[in-house]
Structures are given as C-alpha cells and as structure tokens.
Nanobody, 118 residues
C-alpha cells in the first residue's frame, strides 16, 4: 500500500519559516519525481515546487527565492523549506509522487495545513 505522509504544517507569523516533510512508503522512492502543491480556500490547486530523481528543481513564480525543495532518498522523504512566509501562502500543502512516462503511477498525500497570520 502506497502512503505519502506530510508533516510540519502549522501556524506561523508573517516573515517566519516552516519546513514541511513528506515520507513515502510502498514505492521505490528514488525513481519518483516529487512535488509539492497547495490549495487555498476557494482557489484551484497550484504547483509549488518539483524535484526530479536527479535533483533538478523548479518553482512556482510566487515562491521563487523563498521556498526550497529537497529530497533524501535514504529516508524516502521530500522536504519543503519555506522562508519569508506571507499570508497568501496560507493553504493546505500536498505532497505528490509521480513516475514519469507511466500512467497511473502517481500518488498524493493527505495534506498539511499551513496558516500564515499575525
């Protein structure tokens, strides 16, 4: 059974930092591309950051320079370091695993709430 379990969300003041973690089980983690998405109330889910199996990263325009995605294949874990947080970063953050070129081999975590407020 495949599971992606996110952790690290919470309430933080504007300008603060949080680090999200997503630990995978039931998949060969090292061959999956990983990503973080987020969804704010009343808005569509948006892509925040991606990291390939080789470690190449990409970011949504709204988080470039503030967020950093990384992975530790030995721990089957992907991270999202979030700095200089803004109220507009408030959302549920989801972890996503996908196997490029294969249909049906993508999985989502249950989400973790991040709230940025004073």
């Amino acid at each position: 059974q495949v599971q992606l379990v996110e952790s690290g969300g919470g309430l933080v003041q504007p300008g603060g930092s949080l680090r999200l973690s997503c630990t995978a089980s039931g998949i060969a983690f090292y061959i999956y591309g990983m990503a973080w998405h987020r969804q704010a109330p009343g808005k569509q889910r948006e892509l925040v950051a991606t990291i390939t199996t080789g470690g190449a990263t990409d970011y949504g325009d709204s988080v470039k320079g503030r967020f950093t995605i990384s992975r530790d294949n030995a721990k089957n874990t992907v991270y999202l370091q979030m700095n200089s947080l803004k109220p507009e970063d408030t959302a549920v953050y989801y972890c996503h695993a996908s196997l490029e070129g294969y249909v049906g081999y993508d999985y989502w975590g249950q989400g973790t709430q991040v709230t940025v407020s004073s």
